[in-house]
């Protein structure tokens, strides 16, 4: 087990207080990026680290009769995202390590990973599984923090500090795994606090 994994099985009930502790700022770009995914009725959406399941909630509601398939290596965090769900009929959870999908190639309309690749050990085997499974010309959207610069470091360093040491989590750049993979960088979004890429299979 890692010391990811045993960190949100530990700390689960704690992690949606960070949603009121970025006053929202998360669930706003959540939203934004799955826009961007511009998905349909009728498809079928993979939530990479999926967490508390707030993501695959935005997104069983946005594109009406899809079926999204929600994954994470946390128990602890599945369960509350099942609660959350709980009236959600379009939404499968399955517990598994994101970088070993136990899925076919080219299956799913698009995918989504918020606040996900600044956590997971191997954001590049995270991503070249995503491409895997995703079909050709369809969007992954990620979303993940960057390390606050400017003004905004005198605000949120406190904070983004707090939030690498509980939730074991780091700053990345994808630029190098990206450009190993058959994507295309659609949008680029500067957050301010994060960073959001979306990408679409070659
Ligand atoms: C910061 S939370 C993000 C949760 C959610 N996507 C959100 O928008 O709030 C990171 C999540 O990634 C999961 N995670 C980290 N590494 C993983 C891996 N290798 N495979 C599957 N899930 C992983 C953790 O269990 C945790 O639920």
């Known amino acids: 087990m890692t010391a990811t994994k045993r960190t949100y099985d530990r700390l689960a009930i704690l992690y949606d207080l960070d949603d009121a502790m970025f006053f929202g700022l998360k669930q706003m770009w959540r939203k934004k990026i799955i826009d961007d995914l511009n998905v349909e009725k009728g498809q079928f ?5 999926t967490g508390t399941g707030r993501a695959a909630k ?7 009769h899809a079926q999204i398939v929600a994954i994470d290596f946390s128990k602890s965090m599945m369960d509350i995202a099942r609660i959350r769900n709980w009236n959600r009929d379009n939404i499968a959870f399955i517990l598994c390590d994101a970088a070993h ?12 990973c918020m606040c996900g690749m600044d956590t997971v050990d191997d954001p590049g ?7 895997r499974v995703l079909k050709k ?9 960057r390390k606050p610069k ?16 509980v939730w074991k989590t780091g700053y990345v750049d994808l630029s190098t795994i990206i450009a190993g993979q058959p994507l295309t960088i659609i949008k680029n979004r500067d957050l301010i606090l994060a960073d959001a890429l979306v990408v679409e299979k070659k």
């Open 150 to 165: 400017g003004w905004v470091k005198y605000i949120f360093a406190p904070l983004m500090k707090y939030y690498n040491i």
């Open 45 to 49: 959406i993979l939530d990479i680290a």
């Open 125 to 131: 085997g995270v991503i070249s599984e995503a491409t």
């Open 137 to 145: 010309k369809k969007r992954f959207g990620m979303m993940y923090f």
């Open 58 to 64: 935005i997104l069983s509601k946005r594109a009406e």
């Open 101 to 112: 999908l136990p899925f076919k190639d080219g299956i799913f309309d698009a995918a989504s």
